[in-house]
Every structure is written in C-alpha cells, then in structure tokens.
C-alpha cells in the first residue's frame, strides 16, 4: 500500500491546516489509519488514529485541537489541525496498521510560525 500525503505547510500559531492521506487501495475493516509526527531532536509520537468502527485516538498533547476523519470511500483519512502552536512544527507522517502489517508515507512539514 502507498500511502500520499498532503496538506502541510507555513501557518502563523492560531492557524489551522487540514492534512490529507489517501491510500492506493481499499482499506481493509481492520485498518487503523492516522498520523503521527517527529520534530528534530525528539521522538516519534502519536498525533491521531481512526479505526474503521469510527474510534478515535488522540495525542494527549491535541488537547481538542485537532479531529481525525475518514472516508472509506476514498481511502482517505484527514487529519483538521486548530489553533496550531510553534510546538506543533514537525513532519507528520500518515500511518496505516492492517493487522500485523504497518505501512508509512512520506512526511509532510508542518511549520507554525510568525
């Protein structure tokens, strides 16, 4: 499975950015799809995560700034980022987990800056 992101960028703190990532093929019902992002310096770590029964798993840091949604019918989760902050700068990658198989996209840059 390949997975395409999108939707990173330059916002000023406040902002909001909507990310996008779309899978070659059709999901399976198991497939838990999300984001998950690294600045330089630090560690990987959980942004958000939706499994196909709709539940949803968050960062502690999102802190209801951020939703996760999917479209099955597009093979596609998106990822609504509110009121972003400078400690919100990172790459975000997409993640898929079909059972024991876990796949990666490509980082996308997020900068929050003035």
């Known amino acids: 499975v390949q997975l395409q992101a999108s939707g990173g960028g330059l916002v000023q703190p406040g902002g909001s950015l909507r990310l996008s990532c779309a899978a070659s093929?059709?999901?399976?019902?198991?497939?838990?799809m999300g984001w998950y992002r690294r600045a330089p310096g630090n560690q990987r770590e959980l942004v958000a995560t939706?499994?196909?029964?709709?539940?949803?798993k968050y960062g502690e840091f999102v802190k209801g700034r951020f939703t996760i949604s999917r479209d099955d019918a597009k093979n596609t989760v998106y990822l609504q980022m509110n009121n972003l902050n400078a400690a919100d700068s990172s790459i975000y990658y997409c993640?898929?987990?079909?059972?024991?198989?876990?796949?990666w996209g490509r980082g996308t840059q997020v900068t929050v800056s003035s």
């Open positions: 093929r059709r999901l399976l019902s198991i497939a838990v």
């Open positions: 993640n898929l987990r079909e059972g024991a198989q876990i796949f």
């Open positions: 939706t499994s196909s029964g709709g539940r949803t």
